[in-house]
């Protein structure tokens, strides 16, 4: 195990910097996102969870795969090469490590592979980031509903815990082992870091949020029972907007549109994160459309996270990060959906 | 894949609905590109999109594919199926599929099918007729009765096809037509009300139906009536697409997605998902 001082955090950034793109929170005007740095100094740890989760790092808002120009023969349509550079994902939270699981079944893990997520996501080494154990948790979250603690390592190559001024660094895989090996501004831990580390990813366990007992199984059920029970969708979706915003701040979103953009004879087709939320997601050229309804666009959403994904994938894919409920503009909030819907 | 546009057929009296019939630009295209009847493809155009379209012509045919794509948009203008029907012969477009799962081959063979069309949901209904009707193959299926009808006789598809089929003695060609013109000598009727006249025997037999809602809505009863079990009742649905491969989360019903799980699905299956197409 490695440590260094937080105040000498962007010696740390340089370095990693050296190596490939860091991405990590930087501050802004509305709160923290994960951003590529550019100066080492912009690494900020006195984030609490940044607005739009970290996926984007994988599975970009828009991804552009052919350029073309419009009226021109087909065969000179030119593929946009997939330039993937090795990445560091530094500062990412234990349930937002627990969402890159649940996305990898769905782009390589079942079906057709996805190169763009497989690439990136191979490429990139995830430095993980315990939870401030000594701060509350933020009301919207509830991440040890989903079994979640608030400092576990797993998923991440490198886990990071903060020790009163200092920063432990763990590695928990192979290619974690050899980057920190690389890192000379890092000092070895002592035997009381270890210690410490091993304590806060304990009692991280016992770390709650905000709790219901959900197994994926039983609450997969019971959404299905309620799908027809049409008075108890109007009812949680009563103020919803249909804006979409939970979706796009969402880490286990993976909805995407392909469209086509052209202007002055130049075009490209990409694709871009969609979401269910919208009337026009599943609106067919015939003009029917299956989900007219708001209570039905968030039915759709709330059933997938937690029933469809669960029959098709096995878990549930939600991990609880609260980014849903503190992004909605009229205080939906899926986990009291969850917990009505268990007593239901 | 890029293909050539090497034959439009216009196949409607009102002229919105063409067979477009696709030569592969790349011979190598051609041999990956296998594929079986119920599948379809998304075709495209850069600067317009893509649009998933079930493949019209049967694997027994062989040096092009075909799809008969419907002008779209009455109410939202298709901006694909537009400029599909704005080509010309010889035009260049994009290929991307064969995708989706098939009319099931082998859960179909030494069993008598039943296929019935309404409209122009009869694409791949005629890809699996001309499939099982070729020679190679009309062995492996048992009896063939095929019940198709469309509003006008101006609309219905193929017809030189079904002119074909209704001289041959190893398939049951019944024609309706909602109603008829001056010219029309055939039968008149709805298509459930015609099921229920032809009245299949559900011995060994597998009904494959594609048609509008409205047509299903009252098509299926004559089959359960009939004594066909929901097992043994096909159908192919439609959602809207993107991906065509189970990865952009457009198009499913409960768990499944019709683009990767389906399009067809046994009515035994859609019972076990939510109502939600």
Not at chain 2, 74 to 100: N, S, W
Not at chain 2, 163 to 180: C, F, H, L, P, S
């Amino acid at each position: 195990m490695k440590k260094t001082s937080i105040s000498e955090i962007s010696d740390l950034a340089a370095q990693l910097m050296g190596k490939g793109a860091l991405i990590a929170p930087v501050r802004e005007e509305a709160g923290f996102n994960f951003r590529e740095i550019s100066d080492a100094k912009q690494v900020d740890l006195n984030f609490y969870n940044t607005i739009i989760s970290p996926k984007s790092a994988f599975f970009p808002q828009t991804e552009d795969f052919v350029r073309y120009q419009t009226g021109k023969d087909i065969l000179e349509a030119t593929p946009v090469e997939l330039n993937i550079k090795p990445a560091f994902l530094f500062g990412v939270r234990p349930c937002d490590v627990k969402s890159f699981e649940i996305m990898d079944i769905h782009f390589t893990g079942t079906g057709a592979v996805d190169p763009y997520w497989q690439k990136r996501r191979e490429a990139a080494a995830i430095f993980g980031y315990a939870f401030d154990l000594n701060t509350p948790a933020d009301g919207a979250d509830f991440y040890s509903t989903l079994g979640i603690g608030a400092a576990d390592p797993e998923g991440s190559d490198v886990f990071m815990i903060k020790k009163g001024d200092d920063l432990l660094l763990k590695a928990i895989t192979p290619k974690g082992e050899k980057l920190l090996a690389e890192m000379s501004v890092l000092s070895d831990a002592t035997p009381d870091d270890l210690n410490y580390f091993d304590d806060t990813v304990a009692a991280g366990r016992a770390f709650k949020t905000r709790f219901t007992c959900v197994e994926a199984k039983p609450i997969a059920k019971k959404f299905e029972d309620l799908f027809g029970n049409t008075e108890f969708w109007e009812k949680v979706s009563n103020a919803c907007l249909s804006c979409g915003a939970c979706t796009f701040v969402c880490p286990t979103c993976y909805c995407f549109d392909i469209c086509d953009e052209t202007l002055f004879g130049k075009g490209t087709r990409r694709r871009v994160w969609d979401a269910c939320m919208f009337t026009d997601f599943t609106l067919e050229a015939s003009g029917h459309n299956p989900r007219t309804k708001v209570y039905q666009r968030l039915r759709q959403k709330v059933c997938h996270k937690y029933s469809y994904h669960i029959r098709k994938y096995g878990p549930i894919s939600c991990v609880g990060c609260g980014r849903c409920t503190r992004a909605c503009p009229v205080n939906i909030d899926i986990f009291s959906i969850v917990d009505e819907a268990m007593k239901a | 894949m890029p293909v050539e546009i090497i034959k439009i057929i216009d196949e409607v009296d009102t002229h919105d609905i063409k067979s477009f019939r696709l030569k592969f630009l790349n011979p190598e295209d051609e041999a990956k590109f296998k594929y079986l009847p119920g599948q379809f493809s998304e075709l495209s155009i850069y600067g317009k999109g893509e649009s998933p379209i079930g493949i019209a012509s049967s694997p027994t045919q062989d040096g092009y594919v075909e799809f008969t794509v419907q002008r779209a948009g009455a109410i939202f203008p298709g901006l694909v199926t537009a400029a599909l029907h704005d080509m010309d012969e010889g035009a260049k477009i994009g290929l991307r599929g064969p995708l989706g799962n098939s009319w099931p081959i082998e859960f179909l063979e030494k069993k008598n099918i039943v296929v019935v069309g309404g409209g122009f949901a009869f694409t791949t209904l005629r890809s699996l007729i001309n499939y099982m009707l070729h020679k190679d193959n009309r062995s492996r299926f048992g009896e063939i009765t095929v019940i198709y009808g469309a509003r006008t006789p101006g609309l219905l598809l193929y017809k030189d096809e079904l002119i074909q089929w209704e001289k041959r003695n190893d398939i049951r060609t019944v024609i309706t037509v909602d109603k008829g013109d001056e010219t029309w000598t055939g039968r008149q009727g709805f298509v459930p009300a015609v099921c229920k006249d032809v009245a299949p025997s559900p011995a060994n037999t597998v009904a494959v139906i594609c048609g509008p809602p409205i047509m299903i809505k009252f098509t299926l009863p004559v089959f359960f009536e009939l004594g066909f079990s929901k097992e043994n009742i096909l159908t192919s649905l439609e959602m809207r697409m993107k991906c065509g491969v189970g990865k952009c989360g457009r198009c499913n019903v409960g768990y499944k997605y019709v683009c990767s799980d389906g399009p067809v699905f046994s009515l035994a299956q859609l019972e076990e998902l939510p109502r939600d197409f």
